[in-house]
């Protein structure tokens, strides 16, 4: 046990730090993109007075071929139909509206964890039959609070790519987000060493 405790706790460094590193590289990125702009705004905007064409210079010799610019009617007969679907297309979705989503699934979560928390660490207890120190309700609640917005991202992103299918309200994302917190909270403490919880007297 303690050596899947160790795997664990490896696991969950190994994951911060691999968000420490994505949060550097988008700072960076937003710091790059911040430059650029502040340098195109800085810019004098260009303008032109007058242009002047002086046709007596040029000499055409000879003026042969098509321009087409757009449709010709010749070619009219064999274009196909045009015709979309679009019932199933779907316009992207703006940053504005994935942040809203995802701040609203987010409050909607820490109310959750606030609330049922204890209900649900005292449930996994009971059926796993072990008695676990209270302290551990604030480590789990913080851990989870920690992977929140990576989670919610992975829904909502997960949601934008696979556009053909329905979309996946708030609620439906909430329901999915406190499953795998029950799933992470029974794994946690079925997973803590011998000495870190003791059975339960019946």
Known sequence: MNQQLNI??????????????????LEA?????????????????MQV????????QLKVE????????GLNPS?????????????????????K????RSMEVEDAINQYLERELPEITASVQKELNVNVDDSY?????EDIKKQLPNRIDFYLQQQASNRSEKDVTNEEIIEMIKK?????????????PENMKGMNKE
């Open 8 to 25: 664990y706790l490896q696991q969950l460094h190994a994951f911060v730090e691999s968000q420490e590193k994505r949060i550097r590289s």
């Open 29 to 45: 990125t937003v710091k790059k993109l911040q430059e650029e702009t502040e340098f195109l705004r800085s810019r004098p905007p």
């Open 49 to 56: 007075d007058r242009i002047e064409y002086k046709f007596d």
């Open 62 to 69: 000879s003026l042969e071929g098509t321009l087409n610019i």
């Open 75 to 95: 070619e009219l007969q064999n274009i196909e139909d045009f015709a979309v679907d679009n019932k199933n297309i779907k316009a992207p979705v703006s940053p």
């Open 97 to 100: 509206t994935l942040m809203k």
């Open 137 to 141: 309700i604030g480590f789990i609640k």
């Open 180 to 192: 795998e917190i029950y799933n992470g909270v029974h794994a946690f403490i079925s997973h803590l």
